[in-house]
């Protein structure tokens, strides 16, 4: 049935995608503030438990190794069951266990919390996209993504920020409670307000059998390219978005509240610009090449490369700019890497791809890549243990700009171009 018949049988569906995508970005604003609370009240947390840096990296990669282990185990379910109860379900279990933060008094304790939220936002983090994208056709999707994902440096900079600020004057205990009341009321309105269409209502793109199935899947040079190059790009980004408050109170003398709010308005001011500004270029440019999903992307890694050595190696005065600048090239990817990803397969296997790329972005990414820094950290120092980013960063854009001959054509925006 085509895509604008089957539509049609789901109104009341359709006419809850605003308010879907609403409650959904809400959900994982929330969900990254919970996440980046964590880096805000670091050397707090290692102060209190006089623990070294690579063990306080491997309080992220605890979370990032629950997350990546869980996303396989549920993808299946997301294409066999109802996206909605197990969103919210989600939301539950990472809200409960940011509550559980109270009765922590010690590391081991800790990295079993930290590790448990990890359990609720891969649910999450599987469903809601894959949700969104039968809301929205292929050709609309950078767009909703590019909203929906904005929630990243303003979530990672609101708990920067909720993390530095009430960390230093109210203990580090204290900023893990924001998350949580809040994400059970969002949960519950999802719940009540929003329809689930029907699976698949929305693509147009051919249901080819690399697209369609599991085995076919690993014959998918689109999602391979774009899951590879996102993991590079994950390796990278979780590697600083963990250790940069910690390397401001190094090496450039700021306190952890300060710390956390230089940390924080940085991620927050060049996310929301440069996922602005990214979706943006990406959603003129598919008109014209049907390749800019990727390839903004690759030059998004590249071009972050040279301001990011600036703050590493750099003197003081260019630490600030070059991490304005090297965040915000970082950022432009946001909305069409993952366009990019969910219309490369279609709606029949499209949570179990998604698992499959989180399981891949985090092993291959941010589930060791701060605990691989802290350790070449001890070993050396935190400058040369950010390094490997930047390595990272190179490997990012040259996968995505090889992957970028493999983005399917959009039947719609090529329609549309014929009849200008």
């Known amino acids: 049935m085509p895509a604008n018949q089957a539509a049609s049988h789901h109104p009341p569906a359709i006419r809850t995608a605003g308010l879907a995508l609403f409650l959904l970005t809400c959900l994982n604003l929330f969900n990254f503030i919970d996440r980046y609370v964590l880096p805000g009240v670091q050397p707090l947390i290692q102060r209190e438990f006089r623990i070294d840096d690579a063990r306080a990296g491997l309080l ?53 919390r930290h590790a448990a939220v990890g359990i609720g936002e891969a649910t999450f983090s599987i469903f809601a996209p894959a949700l969104l994208s039968d809301f929205y056709p292929e050709e609309d999707r950078n767009k909703v993504l590019s909203i929906f994902y904005i929630t990243i440096p303003v979530g990672g900079a609101l708990g920067y920020l909720t993390g530095g600020l009430l960390g230093q004057h109210f203990g580090w205990r204290v900023p893990f409670y924001v998350a949580a009341a809040p994400g059970v009321i969002i949960a519950l309105c999802f719940w009540l307000f929003v329809r689930e269409p029907r699976r698949g209502t929305s693509d147009t793109l051919q249901a080819t059998a690399t697209r369609t199935s599991f085995v076919g899947l690993f014959r998918n040079p689109a999602y391979w390219t774009a899951t590879l190059g996102l993991a590079m790009w994950t390796f990278s980004v979780g590697g600083i978005s963990t250790w940069l408050p910690t390397f401001l109170t190094r090496f450039a003398g700021y306190s952890v509240a300060g710390a956390g709010l230089t940390a924080g308005e940085i991620t927050a001011v060049d996310g929301l610009l440069a996922t602005i500004a990214g979706g943006w270029i ?89 605990g691989l820094i802290g350790r070449i950290s001890d070993a050396t120092n935190l400058r040369i243990g950010l390094a490997a980013t930047l390595v990272a960063l190179v490997l990012s854009g040259i996968i995505l700009f090889a992957g970028s001959r493999f983005a399917p054509h959009l039947p719609d925006l090529e329609a549309e171009n014929s009849n200008s």
């Open 60 to 112: 992220t990669s605890a979370f990032f190794f629950t997350y990546m282990i869980i996303a396989p185990l549920t993808g299946w379910l997301g294409d066999r069951l109802p996206r909605k109860p197990l969103i919210v379900a989600g939301a539950l279990i990472w809200s409960a266990a940011t509550l559980l933060t109270a009765f922590v008094h010690d590391y081991q304790t800790l990295l079993i």
């Open 282 to 370: 990406a959603q003129r440019w598919i008109k014209r090449n049907h390749r800019a999903f990727y390839l903004i992307s690759g030059w998004g890694a590249m071009l972050a490369i040279p301001f990011a050595i600036a703050v590493f190696f750099g003197p003081l005065r260019l630490l600030l700019p070059g991490a304005y600048l090297a965040e915000f090239c970082l950022f432009l990817s946001t909305g069409p890497i993952n366009a990019a990803l969910v219309n490369s397969v279609a709606a029949p296997i499209r949570s179990t791809a998604i698992s499959v790329n989180l399981f891949v972005i985090h092993a291959l990414g941010d589930a060791f890549s701060p």
